[in-house]
């Protein structure tokens, strides 16, 4: 099936640092959603975008539905040591289809 | 949102064996997806779990490898039968909720064949 392209695929960045991931598709999607999935966990729903342009925030994340509706970005502001994990997107036309992942390692 | 059970939780299996995932819901829901997460990969959709009727599986996906039972909407079994080194992966239940264009996922079943 379809997977969507998401980088980067891997971020080592310094506590306190700010990321920032995207997601970009060949299909338009009518939802955008953003998961964390941390080892030996499911990935955890953290952001859903219904509507091209949306921009919504979950504390320290903030992601945006693109105008285009064939891109979604993801920023975590000032992060810290327990944003480790792998982060997802998904896109949601008649199906869901998965992000290859941006790993996140925060050094302390 | 819905909260997943899933079981086992891990296990390391014998070639040509079979193992069966349990997956129970807190609640009814509609839509119920088993999900393949292969080493470091992302998720791939198996099939969907349907109620009273057969699953509907992806391609390259076959029901004699991967049965699903769907009996009522709160539970589904996915089994794995006849596994090779290459069943090695995470198998995620998943639910969608209706009117909410979201998944919600269990912790997942780790199996590792040898």
């Known amino acids: 099936g379809q997977q969507l392209n998401q980088s980067p695929q891997s971020m080592f960045i310094q506590e306190g640092e700010d990321v920032s991931m995207n997601c970009t598709s060949s299909s338009i999607f009518n939802t955008w959603l953003w998961y964390k999935q941390e080892p030996g966990e499911g990935p955890v729903l953290l952001i859903a975008?219904?509507?091209?342009?949306e921009l919504t925030s979950n504390g320290r994340l903030t992601a945006q539905f693109g105008i285009t509706r064939k891109d979604s970005f993801l920023n975590i502001s000032a992060s810290i040591p327990s944003d480790v994990g792998i982060y997802f997107c998904a896109g949601h036309g008649n199906q869901f289809y998965f992000g290859t992942g941006t790993s996140l390692t925060v050094i302390p | 949102s819905a909260v997943i059970s899933q079981k086992p939780s891990r296990d390391i299996c014998q070639r040509g064996t079979s193992l069966t995932i349990q997956c129970q819901v807190d609640s009814q829901v509609t839509m119920m997806f088993w999900y393949r997460q292969q080493p470091g990969q992302s998720l791939t959709l198996i099939a969907t779990a349907n109620q009273g009727s057969e699953a509907t599986y992806e391609s390259g996906f076959v029901i004699d490898k991967f049965p699903i039972s769907r009996p009522n909407l709160t539970f589904s079994t996915l089994t794995v039968s006849n596994m090779s080194p290459e069943d090695s992966s995470i198998y995620l239940c998943?639910?969608?909720?209706?009117?909410?264009?979201?998944?919600?996922f269990g912790a997942g079943s780790r199996l590792t064949v040898l």
């Open positions: 998943s639910v969608g909720l209706s009117g909410a264009n979201v998944l919600t």
């Open positions: 975008l219904y509507k091209a342009g």
